[in-house]
């Protein structure tokens, strides 16, 4: 069963255009929502997170929109540049057995486009 | 300068083989994960770990073995139960101490079966 579902796939978008990527979760027990951006080669690193207690958390050209009640969020890119090109993965986590892991959406393939 | 290591950075096995990957770090965080990334299936958890000598099967732990004998490293073994072993391995820690933080990555381990 596949805990957190993330959209497009992959996605094209010009430069300087607005980059949106979808999840949604099953879990309510879930309480933290991180968006990590992987380079290919290279580890994923987190880009911004937020918990459910807001709405919206803006940082630079990322903002990320949550929605506790259809249990969705969304990932935001202002003013999409080139280097931006690279796999978006959204997750979510709860405490687990004292650790808490992070379920992984699928991820989203991004270009854009000079 | 702080972060983790994982090594080797390509790993060849054979039919058959046991192989070990290494993950060290110096972040002096308490919590420890191995993460298994195949094409289009994001990251899946395999084994964690809060403290030493403590750990916890994740969610595709069958045919991996780890260890904790120390703050700083998290060895994973591949072990030849595992069927399809081929794919890309990533380490992380996190603080462990609060809820939900974020999760630092290694380079990861790119695995190959031949």
């Known amino acids: 069963q596949q805990q957190v579902k993330q959209s497009p796939q992959s996605l094209i978008v010009q430069k300087g255009g607005i980059s949106i990527i979808n999840c949604a979760y099953e879990?309510?027990?879930?309480?933290?929502f991180p968006w990590y951006q992987q380079f290919p080669g290279k580890g994923p690193a987190l880009l911004i997170a937020?918990?459910?207690?807001?709405s919206e958390k803006k940082e630079g050209r990322f903002t990320i929109s949550f929605n506790k009640s259809a249990k969705q969020f969304s990932l935001h890119i202002m003013d999409s540049q080139p280097g931006d090109s690279a796999t978006y993965f959204c997750?979510?986590?709860?405490?687990?057995?004292?650790?808490?892991?992070?379920?992984f959406g699928k991820g989203t393939h991004l270009i854009i486009q000079p | 300068d702080g972060g983790i290591t994982q090594s080797p950075k390509y790993l060849f096995r054979k039919e058959g083989q046991n192989v070990t990957l290494s993950c060290e770090q110096n972040?002096?965080?308490?919590?420890m994960y191995w993460y298994r990334q195949d094409p289009g299936q994001g990251l899946r958890l395999i084994y964690y770990?809060?403290?030493?000598?403590?750990?916890q099967k994740g969610d595709i732990a069958e045919g991996y073995s780890v260890s904790r004998e120390k703050k700083e490293s998290f060895p994973l073994t591949v072990t030849s139960a595992q069927k399809n072993p081929t794919a890309f391995y990533l380490c992380?820690?996190?603080?462990?101490?609060?809820?939900?933080?974020?999760?630092?990555f290694g380079q990861g381990t790119r695995l190959t079966v031949v």
């Open positions: 992380a820690s996190s603080i462990g101490k609060d809820r939900n933080t974020e999760a630092f």
């Open positions: 879990n309510t027990a879930f309480d933290y």
């Open positions: 937020i918990r459910p207690d807001v």
């Open positions: 997750a979510a986590s709860y405490r687990r057995g004292g650790a808490d892991g992070l379920t």
């Open positions: 972040l002096n965080h308490d919590a």
């Open positions: 770990s809060q403290i030493v000598n403590d750990f």
